[in-house]
């Protein structure tokens, strides 16, 4: 927010369109879908007036997240042909993340496992744990054990390194979708609680969903509904 700022007082308009990606892709990890709406669309405005080449990564991203299949499918075959072009290979990565998002939550768990495979191949520094969370996801959701236990083992590597709420949230949640009975348990309420104290508002309300779908498959139903509420709200 204070480089969009800084960018708008120097009336740096090649530069501004970057900025306000940036700024758009973590309001949507936050949760503001509408700022980050509004953020992109001024970023695509101003690379249009300007004949910069527009950055569309954070917009499939944002329609992933609001599980608008064909929107999120058609940026990415663009995005993903426009920053091959341009030799962008963080732009790719970003819209792979993207897609993984949009799979896991439509329950299309060979797709989602597909598009981290490739994404990882990136080996973009900024995006290789996220996408290891979502591995996770698919891989154990796909019935691949081997694949999520050790995309699980990467995980809690990074967590013991970085010690931050994120990265934990990330390991317990990997953990749960990997193990059984009390130790899932265990592992969901540690991942919703980490994950609460981080910036990923999006994701917290995912593991709060998957703990409500193995809280029902226990046949806990009251308390499965309790989870299922908090996802949905």
Same mark, same amino acid.
Request: aromatic content about 6%.
């Given at each position: 927010?204070?480089?969009?700022?800084?960018?708008?007082? /120097?009336?740096?308009?090649?530069?501004?369109?970057?900025?306000?990606?940036?700024?758009?892709?973590? %309001?949507?990890?936050?949760?503001?879908?509408?700022?980050?709406?509004?953020?992109?669309?001024?970023?695509?405005?101003?690379?249009?007036?300007?004949?910069?080449? $527009? &950055?569309?990564?954070?917009?499939? *991203?944002?329609?992933? %997240?609001?599980?608008?299949?064909?929107?999120?499918?058609?940026?990415?075959?663009?995005?993903?042909?426009?920053?091959?072009?341009?030799?962008?290979?963080?732009?790719?990565?970003?819209?792979?993340?993207?897609?993984?998002?949009? &799979?896991?939550?439509?329950?299309? *768990?060979?797709?989602?496992?597909?598009? %981290?495979?490739?994404?990882?191949?990136?080996?973009?520094?900024?995006?290789?744990? &996220?996408?290891?969370?979502?591995?996770?996801?698919?891989?154990?959701?796909?019935?691949?054990?081997?694949?999520?236990?050790?995309?699980?083992?990467?995980?809690?590597?990074?967590?013991?390194?970085?010690?931050?709420?994120?990265?934990?949230? *990330?390991?317990?949640? %990997?953990?749960?979708?990997?193990?059984?009975?009390?130790?899932?348990?265990?592992? *969901?309420?540690?991942?919703?609680?980490?994950?609460?104290?981080? $910036?990923?508002?999006?994701?917290?309300?995912?593991?709060?969903?998957?703990?409500?779908?193995?809280?029902?498959?226990?046949?806990?139903?009251?308390? /499965?509904?309790?989870?299922?509420?908090?996802?949905?709200?």
């Amino acid at each position: 927010a204070r480089q969009v700022e800084l960018l708008r007082a /120097a009336g740096e308009l090649t530069v501004l369109p970057a900025a306000l990606t940036t700024y758009a892709g973590g %309001c949507v990890t936050s949760g503001d879908f509408v700022q980050a709406e509004d953020l992109l669309a001024q970023s695509e405005a101003i690379s249009t007036a300007t004949g910069a080449p $527009p &950055h569309r990564s954070i917009q499939t *991203y944002l329609a992933a %997240c609001r599980g608008q299949e064909q929107l999120a499918k058609e940026l990415a075959r663009s995005t993903i042909e426009d920053a091959t072009a341009r030799g962008e290979g963080s732009e790719i990565t970003v819209v792979l993340f993207a897609l993984a998002i949009l &799979h896991n939550g439509l329950g299309q *768990y060979d797709e989602a496992l597909a598009a %981290c495979t490739s994404a990882l191949e990136y080996d973009d520094v900024g995006m290789y744990g &996220h996408l290891l969370n979502e591995m996770v996801e698919a891989a154990a959701r796909s019935g691949d054990a081997r694949v999520a236990e050790i995309a699980t083992a990467q995980v809690i590597e990074r967590a013991e390194a970085t010690r931050n709420a994120t990265a934990l949230g *990330y390991a317990a949640r %990997c953990e749960a979708l990997t193990a059984s009975g009390p130790a899932a348990e265990h592992k *969901y309420r540690t991942a919703i609680t980490e994950l609460e104290r981080s $910036p990923l508002k999006v994701m917290a309300a995912r593991t709060h969903l998957l703990f409500g779908e193995w809280l029902r498959r226990e046949n806990r139903r009251v308390e /499965a509904r309790d989870e299922l509420r908090v996802a949905y709200e």
